[in-house]
T-cell receptor, first 112, second 115 residues
Framework: GDSVTQMEGPVTLSEEAFLTINCTYT??????LFWYVQYPGEGLQLLLK?????DKGSNKGFEATYRKETTSFHLEKGSVQVSDSAVYFC???????????FGTGTRLLVSP | NAGVMQNPRHLVRRRGQEARLRCSPM?????VYWYRQLPEEGLKFMVY????????ESGMPKERFSAEFPKEGPSILRIQQVVRGDSAAYFC?????????????FGSGTQLSVL
């Protein structure tokens, strides 16, 4: 079945450091890919998405590019802030289905 | 415009009791999804409902679990005769049109602990 694999956390960075959170997927067909973020005490929020190969999703300084050849959708940010501390979930949905398949989440801790 | 509201935030039950988890979707949303997050695992799809109808329950355990989304009122996820393995965070999400590429709005979750 479809699955998503994320790097394990926590990822600990200093403010203004470069961030990469790896995400790879296994799916038949042509899934859409998402990054969701969960801040402490809150529900998941859509951060960005890409619906076809080579698309780049971006939002709030975060970016991820849909790489079909490597089945990856790595999340990057050039300069993290303390307020980016959260849990980040990579997810996919396959064509014709109504359910997201999530990775296990990666906790990001940014210190001043 | 209030977001997706889930209650309670924390629910403690003893083995064999019933658990009822409530989800009020965003105003105007008629599509509701339930997900479960077991410790150290990602969120797993349970069920997708549209007002008064279950559209996809392929992720629901075959026994003890049921869900409804009545014409009036919140969606309810009901777990009968809870066991320790039911301890998890249960998240509800809603959408306006039911297009999975559309943005889903998630609640803050209900943390169920079974003693």
């Amino acid at each position: 079945g479809d699955s998503v694999t994320q790097m394990e956390g926590p990822v600990t960075l200093s403010e203004e450091a470069f961030l990469t959170i790896n995400c790879t997927y296994t799916a038949t067909g042509y899934p859409s890919l998402f990054w969701y973020v969960q801040y402490p005490g809150e529900g998941l929020q859509l951060l960005l998405k890409a619906t076809k190969a080579d698309d780049k999703g971006s939002n709030k300084g975060f970016e991820a590019t849909y790489r079909k050849e490597t089945t990856s959708f790595h999340l990057e940010k050039g300069s993290v802030q303390v307020s980016d501390s959260a849990v980040y979930f990579c997810a996919l949905v396959n064509t014709g289905f109504q359910k997201l398949v999530f990775g296990t989440g990666t906790r990001l801790l940014v210190s001043p | 415009n209030a977001g997706v509201m889930q209650n309670p935030r924390h629910l403690v039950r003893r083995r064999g009791q019933e658990a009822r988890l409530r989800c009020s979707p965003m105003k105007g949303h008629s599509h509701v999804y339930w997900y479960r997050q077991l410790p150290e695992e990602g969120l797993k799809f349970m069920v997708y409902l549209q007002k008064e109808n279950i559209i996809d329950e392929s992720g629901m355990p075959k026994e003890r679990f049921s869900a409804e989304f009545p014409k009036e009122g919140p969606s309810i996820l009901r777990i009968q005769q809870v066991v320790r393995g039911d301890s998890a965070a249960y998240f509800c999400a809603s959408s306006l049109q039911g297009d999975i590429n559309e943005k889903l709005f998630f609640g803050s979750g209900t943390q169920l602990s079974v003693l």
